[in-house]
């Protein structure tokens, strides 16, 4: 039998520009998106949009944990599209540079 309650560490966007092997120990690294959403009126967001809501049927607060990197637009969306669907808090992984490793923070929303 699969093990459901195993976390993941999903990180909001996969840039190139961060090493996430430090995150995999919290859980299996995992991206939501490959571009970031846009200020600006774009076709392109439609699908930011529905992947973001498909990631929302997806995580469990209580086990999964979030890397919130990305644009500060994309990752505020976020927050307002996880609050509107009912999640209070979330296990957020906080990369602390001088130790080149993650911290896990509950944030309320």
Same mark, same amino acid.
């Given at each position: 039998?699969?093990? +459901?309650?195993?976390?993941?560490?999903?990180?909001?966007?996969?840039? =190139? &520009?961060? /090493?996430?092997?430090?995150?995999?120990?919290?859980?299996?690294?995992?991206?939501?998106?490959?571009? /970031?959403?846009?200020?600006?009126?774009?076709?392109?967001?439609? &699908?930011?949009?529905? &992947?973001?809501?498909?990631?929302?049927?997806?995580?469990?607060? /209580?086990? /999964?944990?979030?890397?919130?990197? =990305?644009?500060? +637009?994309?990752?505020?969306?976020?927050?307002?599209?996880?609050?509107?669907? =009912?999640?209070?808090?979330?296990?957020?992984?906080?990369?602390?540079?001088?130790?080149?490793?993650? +911290?896990?923070?509950?944030?309320?929303?």
């Amino acid at each position: 039998m699969e093990d +459901t309650l195993k976390p993941v560490a999903y990180a909001l966007i996969d840039n =190139g &520009r961060f /090493d996430m092997s430090p995150a995999e120990r919290f859980g299996q690294v995992e991206f939501i998106l490959d571009r /970031d959403f846009s200020p600006y009126p774009s076709p392109a967001n439609d &699908r930011v949009e529905e &992947r973001l809501v498909d990631f929302l049927r997806r995580f469990r607060p /209580d086990v /999964d944990y979030l890397i919130p990197v =990305g644009s500060p +637009t994309t990752i505020l969306r976020l927050g307002m599209m996880m609050r509107h669907a =009912g999640i209070a808090r979330c296990k957020v992984l906080h990369f602390e540079p001088r130790r080149l490793a993650y +911290t896990p923070v509950e944030v309320q929303l």
